[in-house]
């Protein structure tokens, strides 16, 4: 079983910025891919960004250009750098393990933006 904590998430007015974080209890070095999906309230969760096992980078277009995944295999952690933010980001942000046993999620965290 791979745990996943996702943090970072928080309320913030348009135009601003946040990171997230989402760290495995297990080494990320040898994944089939890791990523950042949101569900906003009465919609389907969607991809947001994704790394595959070769660093193949994918975002979604309402993204492009303001959000920047990376990760960290020393400490088993990915992020999400979220920057100049739209109310439409609002959401609950999950990151999602795939590794040969499994997929895995996290819990989610809860990005508002707002004035």
């Known amino acids: 079983q791979v745990q996943l904590v996702e943090s970072g998430g928080g309320l913030v007015q348009p135009g601003g910025s946040l990171r997230l974080s989402c760290v495995a209890s297990r080494s990320i070095f040898s994944i089939y891919s890791m990523g950042w999906y949101r569900q906003a309230p009465g919609k389907q969760r969607d991809l947001v960004a994704l790394i595959s096992s070769a660093d193949k980078i994918t975002y979604a277009d309402s993204v492009k250009g303001r959000f920047t995944i990376s990760r960290d295999n020393a400490k088993n952690t990915m992020y999400l750098q979220m920057h100049s933010l739209k109310p439409e980001d609002t959401a609950v942000y999950y990151c999602?393990?795939?590794?040969?046993?499994?997929?895995?999620w996290g819990q989610g965290t809860q990005v508002t933006v707002s004035s």
């Open positions: 999602r393990l795939v590794v040969p046993q499994g997929v895995y």
